[in-house]
């Protein structure tokens, strides 16, 4: 994917909507493996330009048909009952996806190592009655931005948390 800038105009001048998300998922491969949760806050402007108002927020878990790794089970603390009770059809994320990004010039999608997050998202809306579904806004890199600023080698999010 190519990088974009972003930098001639200010957040409040180029989006109406920021989407702050999260995904967990069953393992590394967007294409063989799923998402178990989506977490996500929507962010709409103010009439100050500022952005204020939360829009939408979702905590979403999925149910799966097959059982979970102890590896995910270990490194997520989602479990296989944590799904069977709180659960819900892959439909009610496709749903939310489906508005969120009906119209992607105005949003700015964000979080920590987003291209994985939306690789698996693009693969989920695939699978999910959107075959040629992709997206095309902007996105920026949590990951990337802290890398830049801290100059720091390890990325996983347990140690970076401590620079805040």
């Excluded at 944590?82 to 996806?97: I, P």
Aim: charged share 30%; hydrophobic share 35%.
């Amino acid at each position: 994917m190519k990088e974009k800038r972003i930098y001639d105009q200010t957040l409040s001048q180029k989006y109406e909507r920021i989407l702050v998300l999260d995904v967990e998922t069953t393992g590394l491969d967007s294409v063989d493996d799923r998402i178990i949760e989506f977490g996500g806050v929507l962010i709409g402007q103010t009439f100050y330009r500022r952005f204020r108002n939360i829009l939408d927020e979702r905590d979403i878990f999925i149910k799966q048909s097959a059982k979970l790794k102890d590896e995910i089970v270990n490194l997520t603390g989602i479990t296989d009952q944590l799904l069977l009770e709180r659960g819900q059809d892959e439909s009610v994320l496709a749903k939310f996806f489906e508005s969120v990004f009906a119209k992607q010039t105005d949003l700015l999608v964000t979080g920590y190592n987003i291209g994985f997050d939306m690789c698996f998202i693009t693969q989920f809306m695939r699978r999910n009655g959107f075959p040629g579904w992709k997206f095309e806004g902007d996105m920026i890199d949590v990951m990337t931005v802290y890398r830049d600023h801290y100059h720091f080698v390890n990325t996983k999010m347990p140690g970076s948390d401590k620079k805040y």
